[in-house]
């Protein structure tokens, strides 16, 4: 019991330093967020109001923290902060707790750190202006499958994963633009798609397209019903992927045996 005890206790600074860095890497995501949107430079100039264009000091760029004593607001000219700030922070940091949960301090929880906030990116730049930047989907298809070799479904894996989740976007798009002479499928869900199929590999991306439709088809009927959208009102459909394919790598294998259970 003792021996558990310590091993438990040593996980805790580890957590905290986990959530920590998280947190730390979604402030940088903010801006990464803020500023692709805006095909601006993520290096410089360094963090500034967006309203007075005011230097921000480190000790009000804090994580989360800074947001809390400054009541969301700027120091100097007390415009209103964005929840989205903190919001992105805590998430990121809660989502790397969840890798250190799942699968320890190895290489494969690093590198889905890095998927997990690039996911994060796509997700708030396409829900404000519906766009999915290539500058995140086209270096994560490369770097997906260059370190593919150590993620749990292997190289070949990951290529297949790029071909199906890319193809069957790309088919979708071309079938519908023929058959109903409108864009059926944005080409960055198509660059997207292809990326998390290099990080998850080619059955993982077939549950994140399910889960993503299912997901996406869900809360579409919901503003349809409650918000009188309409059949052609635009919804972004990169925030479902990303969520699907979150789904998909850490409860992937608990969906499928449900599932497989259901037809025994």
């Not at 500034?48 to 969301?72: E, M, Q």
């Not at 396409?126 to 500058?135: A, F, Y």
């Not at 997906?144 to 070799?149: D, Y």
């Not at 052609?232 to 699907?244: D, V």
């Amino acid at each position: 019991m003792k021996s558990m005890d310590n091993l438990f206790a040593m996980q805790w600074p580890i957590a905290v330093m986990t959530f920590v860095l998280g947190a730390v890497i979604g402030s940088f995501l903010n801006v990464c967020i803020y500023r692709l949107a805006r095909e601006e430079s993520i290096v410089w100039p360094g963090s500034r109001c967006p309203k007075c264009s005011a230097p921000i000091a480190f000790y009000d760029n804090l994580p989360i923290i800074s947001f809390l004593f400054l009541l969301g607001r700027c120091r100097k000219c007390r415009a209103p902060i964005s929840w989205r700030y903190p919001l992105v922070e805590a998430l990121n940091g809660a989502g790397y707790l969840l890798l250190l949960r799942q699968f320890g301090l190895t290489w494969p929880a690093l590198i889905y750190a890095v998927f997990f906030s690039a996911l994060v990116v796509v997700t708030f730049i396409d829900l404000d202006i519906q766009i999915i930047p290539d500058v995140i989907s086209l270096p994560g298809i490369v770097i997906g499958l260059a370190v593919s070799h150590w993620l749990p479904q292997g190289v070949i894996s990951s290529l297949i994963g790029v071909a199906v989740g890319g193809g069957f976007f790309w088919l979708v798009a071309e079938v519908g633009f023929r058959m109903l002479k409108q864009e059926a499928m944005g080409g960055g869900d198509i660059k997207l798609i292809a990326m998390i199929g290099a990080f998850l590999g080619w059955q993982h991306v077939m549950l994140t397209i399910f889960l993503a439709s299912l997901t996406g088809s869900a809360v579409g009927l919901v503003f349809m019903l409650f918000k009188g959208w309409g059949r052609k009102t635009p919804i972004p459909f990169g925030p479902f992927l990303a969520l699907g394919a979150l789904l998909a790598l850490f409860l992937g294998a608990p969906i499928v045996e449900w599932y497989v259970g259901l037809g025994r």
